[in-house]
């Protein structure tokens, strides 16, 4: 069977990476989490007093951040590496959601995880999620998912994300985070948040994660079939 690409894009805590994972370990492919690698360059940033405006400071930043994601077998899940050091736990905190979206517009920045982005898929197999997969990263994925939900129920999930790290933290403080987030996210000028043509739409509001993994997969499993008759 044909190996391919899936391209699972959308908005913030609507369950991309826990989707994005599980299709990718039925389907027996990569995954890469690429809101991770953005999450990693902002902790990097947010360590090294950066200047999001400063590109000298960008440029001279990004020559020394090398991210990578290895198997912990524990867990039965890659985790971050930023520069040798596991920083999985850290980069999903508050801090560093309330920066994220402003990092990942620095157009050099997007640059630079999407050449590295590309090459990870070089040989197909690959399960990649983030906002702008499918329209940017990998515009012939074969299969090009556009995940949504409810904003009150994605910042729910958020919440009870944060919750089960140990940070508690307010549902309001969450919802806007989330609005601005999502503003950023489809107003920047380099590879905005937007639905690509061909994907197929997902809303997830009120889908198991089982659901959801078995919606994919079929779809996959599909695009798989026209690849070998194609």
């Known amino acids: 069977m044909p190996k391919i690409i899936v391209a699972i894009d959308g908005y913030s805590s609507c369950g991309k990476s826990t989707t994005a994972k599980g299709v990718a370990a039925r389907l027996g492919y990569a995954y890469v989490d690429t809101g991770a690698m953005y999450r990693a360059v902002s902790l990097y940033f947010h360590h090294h007093f950066v200047t999001f405006t400063n590109d000298r400071e960008v440029r001279k930043a990004l020559d020394e951040i090398h991210i990578s994601f290895e198997f912990n077998p524990k867990l039965g899940e890659s985790e971050t590496y930023l520069n040798g050091l596991c920083v999985e736990d850290e980069i999903r905190k508050m801090y560093i959601s ?69 940070e508690l933290v307010d549902l309001e403080t969450v919802l806007e985070n989330l609005r601005h987030r999502d503003h950023i996210d489809t107003t920047r000028a380099e590879g905005p948040l937007r639905q690509a043509p061909d994907a197929v739409l997902l809303d997830n509001s009120h889908l198991t994660q089982e659901q959801q993994l078995e919606f994919v997969v079929a779809l996959a499993k599909e695009r798989m079939g026209e690849k070998v008759v194609g």
Do not use: C, N
């Open 98 to 166: 309330e920066m994220v979206s402003e990092v990942s517009a620095i157009v050099a920045v997007r640059r630079a995880m999407v050449a590295q982005q590309q090459r990870m898929g070089k040989h197909r197999g690959l399960v990649m999620d983030g906002r702008d997969i499918g329209t940017v990263v990998f515009p012939d994925a074969e299969l090009k998912i556009f995940m949504t939900a409810d904003p009150l129920v994605r910042a729910q999930r958020r919440q009870q994300e944060l919750f089960e790290k140990g």
